[in-house]
């Protein structure tokens, strides 16, 4: 057993710690290296209000085991639960020691952000448009291929990518993209399994490359572009950060790993509201985020676009591992985020849809 294994570990050091650290849990934000998100000097203040805490929707009342939401969410894991709407902050619940100024990583719905980004850099000139190919902005790809892929297909996860998402694996990518401490040449010897837009297949590649991109094109770590377009002109309250892979490389982590607050969180999903798009996201690349254009859907059945999951019309979540969640209904002015320290094994998105009617009838 140790003849096997331990060669396994010298050689590749991102096993060693995927055995060190086990898995991705909520303090990860202060194993890695990362590039600061800097707030500005005037953050965006929610109204506040006496907290309406909501009924639990019938179906989430298991056996009467639970007297209120704020039991629920405790016993789910939760670390924190906001509801806003119409920029009132309605409920504010923290749990586990966590509070307002908590840092949390939110893991994948780094990958919606980035969407947000490549609109914003399309706006701007940096990138011409969605059709265009990888190999307009990258190359150096083992899999020349790979050059082939359009951006959009790498936005809806149908660029054909061979890669498997497995966070169990200790030899497998996500592992190595998580963990590694190289990214370009992770990313550069990816291979193509399948023509682009084939089918629908998560993978946090796509969101790896549209991260390379964007640093080429932009000048500037998706760090500085995500500070400079979004962090400041949003009015965040706090500071943030970016883990990149290592100080050698600096090749930040695109699929994941924004470490920021949940009420910071809030601030990024009000950019999609109608009053507010345009102002720091286009309005064309939020309503393009909103029509879905393929029939992805992801393993839950949640048409996917554009990095973001559209439950139904004009409503859309972010998600990352652990049961990070970012919940924006526009036809109701609703955002809802809930950061947590595992997903509690239930389906968040409709605990959400159910609070909403009830919130919807709240004040602000």
């Excluded at 970012?326 to 002015?333: E, V």
Aim: proline share 6%; aromatic share 14%.
């Amino acid at each position: 057993m140790f003849i096997i294994v331990i060669p396994v570990i010298v050689t590749s050091c991102y096993v060693a710690r995927f055995f060190y650290w086990n898995k991705a849990d909520v303090k990860d934000h202060k194993k890695f290296p990362a590039y600061p998100v800097r707030t500005g000097e005037k953050p965006f203040r929610f109204v506040s209000m006496d907290h309406i805490a909501p009924t639990l929707p019938a179906g989430f009342k298991t056996e009467g085991k639970f007297r209120d939401i704020e039991e629920f969410l405790d016993d789910k894991n939760t670390l924190a639960f906001l509801v806003i709407r119409n920029d009132t902050l309605l409920y504010e619940k923290y749990f586990n020691g966590y509070g307002r100024a908590s840092v949390i990583p939110c893991f994948s719905i780094a990958k919606s952000v980035v969407s947000a980004m490549v609109g914003i850099a399309i706006e701007e000139g940096y990138i011409a448009g969605v059709t265009d190919p990888v190999s307009a902005y990258l190359s150096g790809f083992k899999d020349p291929s790979i050059g082939d892929i359009t951006l959009e297909q790498l936005l809806n996860m149908r660029s054909g990518i061979k890669y498997n998402e497995g966070y169990r694996n200790p030899l497998g990518q996500v592992a190595k993209f998580y963990y590694g401490r190289d990214l370009d040449r992770y990313t550069r010897n990816l291979e193509v399994a399948c023509p682009p837009d084939e089918r629908y297949q998560y993978v946090s590649a796509n969101t790896q490359i549209l991260g390379m991109i964007l640093e080429k094109t932009t000048g500037k770590t998706p760090a500085g572009y995500l500070e400079e377009k979004i962090w400041k002109p949003a009015g965040m309250e706090f500071d943030a950060s970016w883990s990149y892979d290592s100080k050698k490389h600096g090749r930040t982590k695109a699929f994941c790993c924004i470490n920021t607050t949940p009420i910071d969180l809030a601030r990024f999903g009000r950019l999609y509201l109608p009053q507010n798009a345009g102002k720091v996201i286009p309005g064309s690349w939020i309503e393009q985020t909103l029509t879905p254009g393929t029939d992805s859907r992801d393993d839950q059945g949640y048409p996917y676009n554009y990095h973001w999951r559209i439950p139904k019309k004009n409503t859309i979540f972010a998600k990352g591992i652990l049961g990070q969640y970012l919940y924006i209904d526009i036809p109701r002015n609703l955002i809802i985020v809930r950061m947590g320290k595992n997903d509690g094994d239930i389906r968040w998105p409709e605990l959400f849809e159910g609070l909403t009617e009830n919130f919807s009838q709240s004040g602000g």
